[in-house]
């Protein structure tokens, strides 16, 4: 029943019978994140919004502070509180107006905007080792927001969804990538960490963007017409989707009395005007009600659905970053996870993800990002690598290094040149203090000379540097490192981080 009032906001979402904002109303309401066990952000002004009556005075008070509005003549208000400091105790929000709220179990610390694919949406009941974290997971200091699959055509004011503490009741439902980045940062921090759970399986980054970011991409053109066609082609695909779906149901009930049910699957139902695939509609109605909330960053794990078209992606990413920042009025903090390591069987040039894991580097060169490389971690079948723990650890020491100024090491080795030296090039390398294999010889490099035709080649780590070099190839003119969909990555720094796949040139 759940999912069924999920999809029927969905449907009334893209008719437009719900509206973008709430009618003016008499009683005063708040915006999603404040309700009931919140976190609010630490160390900065802290804007709280919300709808009522047309010209209604509005107070707000929390601890100390209190401050006043006037909702404007369509009924929204916004007001901002001053900077808090962190706080482990309970506090509650009063906002007044012809109405009373009470927001009772308010926490201040930071909070995080967890968004994504189904990397970051998988939980923490499905990671690895579940039985034994689900136990352990007393931490009533992290908080989890889970925002349901929604889609809009229009930016959102609202959306459902409640703030749950952890404990071994509760964080099965986690995102793991997101629980396991909080319970470090928790550990290191001892404040506590409020976690945005805005995540669904399957989903390409220009559904994330605004629309308005999206027409200003130079895909555009291309973004709305695979739209468009999805549309076209949907009251044909739904026909079939019945039709087969009917065969398949009397062949289900007309199978064999023997307790095994049949192999063949259930036919896959067509996404049409309500599916994820909208460009702009997860942003409208999974990302737009958030804004303008303050957050202490963004955690981020996607781009497999994007793969096919990695040549889009680089321009994508980089443009929703940048559009987000803009939304929420800061340059906030991104930190993303590079695709892990995995076979992708129906991809004939082994090599799909590689340039997808290229375009997500290329968000590096934005201020206040940071990428987590899990080359290492990935499984070669399963396209939802289990180990989610160290995923979230990598991440938390990009923000532990960078937000709390810790002194460790936080990446692993990154490309900052090549030069050629004979018949070998000599590879350097960013953060590589104590560059090891591991014991094992180096896999992974190739090279190429001028016909452009990569070799697998022999490596040799010399200090912070690599030496590689193959027998035929006289004369080399570039380089590359776990240039495929499953490479046998085996650099990593001495912090134990794995080097970041790369190659030299841009044929």
């Known amino acids: 029943m759940r999912g069924c009032g999920v999809r029927l906001v969905r449907l009334l979402l893209l008719c ?20 009931d066990g919140a976190v609010l952000q630490r160390a900065q002004p802290l804007p709280v919004w919300g709808y009522a009556k047309p010209g209604e005075r509005i107070t707000v008070r929390f601890r100390t502070t209190t401050v006043e509005t006037t909702a404007t003549s369509d009924g929204h208000w916004r007001l901002i509180l001053p900077a808090q400091a962190p706080s ?31 990397n970051m949406e998988w939980i923490v009941g499905d990671s690895a080792n579940a039985a034994e974290e689900i136990a352990a997971a007393n931490f009533p200091l992290i908080r989890h927001f889970k925002i349901p699959h929604l889609v809009a055509a229009r930016p959102q004011a609202d959306l459902p969804g409640e703030w749950v503490a952890c404990n071994p009741s509760t964080v099965a439902a986690f995102s793991a990538v997101a629980y396991f980045f909080a319970r470090e940062l928790q550990r290191k921090t001892g404040i506590p960490i409020g976690l945005v759970n805005s995540s669904w399986g399957g989903t390409q980054v220009e559904s994330w963007m605004s629309p308005a970011a999206v027409r200003a991409s130079p895909y555009d053109a291309a973004l709305q017409s695979r739209w468009q066609k999805r549309l076209t082609d949907y009251p044909a695909n739904r026909t079939k989707y019945e039709s087969d779906l009917a065969k398949w149901q009397m062949t289900q009930a007309a199978s064999p009395a023997t307790g095994q049910a049949l ?4 036919p896959r139902e067509p996404e049409g005007p309500d599916s994820r695939w909208m460009p702009g509609g997860l942003y409208n109605a999974m990302i737009a009600p958030l804004v303008p909330a303050a957050l202490r960053g963004v955690i981020w794990y996607q781009g497999e659905a994007n793969a096919p078209r990695h040549s889009e992606y680089a321009v994508l990413f980089t443009s929703m970053i940048q559009q987000w920042r803009e939304a929420f009025g800061r340059e906030l903090p991104f930190y993303f996870v590079q695709l892990a390591n995995h076979n992708r069987e129906f991809d004939k040039t082994r090599q799909t993800w590689a340039y997808l894991r290229e375009a997500q580097a290329s968000a590096l060169a ?25 995923v979230g650890r990598r991440l938390a020491l990009i923000a532990r290094a960078q ?16 030069t050629p030296e004979g018949r070998a090039i000599r590879v350097r390398f960013r953060h590589a203090a104590g ?20 070799l697998p080649a022999e490596a040799t780590i010399e200090g912070e ?15 590359r490192y776990a240039w495929h969909n499953f490479p046998d990555a085996g650099l990593f720094n001495g912090a134990g981080l794995p080097a970041a796949p790369f190659r030299t040139d841009r044929w």
């Open 16 to 35: 437009g019978l719900v509206l973008p904002f709430p009618p003016a109303r008499a009683d005063v309401a708040l915006a999603p994140l404040f309700r």
């Open 88 to 118: 482990t105790q309970p506090a509650e929000m009063i906002v007044k107006g012809n109405n009373t709220l009470h927001v009772r179990d308010v926490l201040v610390g930071d909070v995080w905007l967890c968004a994504g694919q189904s």
């Open 263 to 266: 192999l063949t699957p259930a």
């Open 366 to 390: 934005l201020p206040a990002t940071g990428m987590a490389v899990t080359i290492d971690i990935g499984d070669v079948t399963n396209v939802h690598p289990k180990n989610k723990q160290e």
């Open 403 to 418: 937000l709390e100024h810790e002194a460790i090491e936080y990446s692993g080795p990154q490309l900052a040149g090549a």
């Open 435 to 454: 560059l090891q294999a591991g014991g094992h010889p180096l896999a992974a490099f190739e090279i190429a000379g001028a016909d452009h035709r990569y």
């Open 465 to 479: 540097t690599v030496v590689v070099m193959a027998p035929t190839v006289t004369a080399p003119v570039a380089v």
